[in-house]
T-cell receptor, first 110, second 115 residues
Framework: GQNIDQPTEMTATEGAIVQINCTYQ??????LFWYQQHAGEAPTFLSY????GLEEKGRFSSFLSRSKGYSYLLLKELQMKDSASYLC???????????FGKGNQVVVIP | DGGITQSPKYLFRKEGQNVTLSCEQN?????MYWYRQDPGQGLRLIYY???????QKGDIAEGYSVSREKKESFPLTVTSAQKNPTAFYLC??????????????FGSGTRLTVV
């Protein structure tokens, strides 16, 4: 299988930093995506990593370690609008679809 | 502007009825997908299509059917054989060439409720 593992829920305070982890099976790995999904809405693309290292986009950064089968999404200066589910999805060679984790629900409190 | 459109946004179905969810894209994407999402669960793949007139079952295809007669359209029918159809349904598409980093583009979703 291609088990994509994410923690299920976390609560953080406005202005804080939160890190969301994702682990996956490394065999055949060909890229990892992070999506943000607000309740009742479609997921929206946040980031894509295919090489090791950190990709920064404003308040959001995503890190990848291919040898460890590990990625994290870092959310800085949390805002109330960041309350959402964050989905990790992995592309594998030879597969025609992404393998999704169950998502991590982030709740931002004042 | 290019995009992917799902309709309707909300749909109510009586027990024993078939209903069809629409998904249309004008992104010229070859591949299209249908996912189901239940509370507290991730996205589960129902059916997908890589090319016109061809489609494959996903992980939970029982009780569903699809067609791909046009590149732009990938409708999903929820049949009476689907015993627990109440869920949020998402359609997605993507360009070929995943190596270049093209992920999915999602529609806005259809919430189906059995009444």
């Amino acid at each position: 299988g291609q088990n994509i593992d994410q923690p299920t829920e976390m609560t953080a305070t406005e202005g804080a930093i939160v890190q969301i982890n994702c682990t996956y099976q490394t065999s055949g790995f060909n890229g990892l995506f992070w999506y943000q999904q607000h309740a009742g809405e479609a997921p929206t693309f946040l980031s894509y990593n295919v090489l090791d290292g950190l990709e920064e986009k404003g308040r959001f950064s995503s890190f990848l370690s291919r040898s460890k089968g590990y990625s994290y999404l870092l959310l800085k200066e949390l805002q109330m609008k960041d309350s959402a589910s964050y989905l990790c999805a992995v592309n594998y060679y030879g597969n025609n679809r992404l393998a999704f984790g169950k998502g991590n629900q982030v709740v931002v409190i004042p | 502007d290019g995009g992917i459109t799902q309709s309707p946004k909300y749909l109510f179905r009586k027990e024993g009825q078939n209903v069809t969810l629409s998904c249309e894209q004008n992104l010229n994407h070859d591949a299209m997908y249908w996912y189901r999402q239940d509370p507290g669960q991730g996205l589960r793949l129902i059916y997908y299509s890589q090319i016109v007139n061809d489609f494959q079952k996903g992980d939970i295809a029982e009780g569903y059917s699809v067609s791909r007669e046009k590149k732009e359209s990938f409708p999903l029918t929820v049949t009476s054989a689907q015993k627990n159809p109440t869920a949020f349904y998402l359609c997605a598409s993507r360009a070929t060439g995943m190596e270049s980093g093209y992920g999915y583009t999602f529609g806005s979703g259809t919430r189906l409720t059995v009444v």
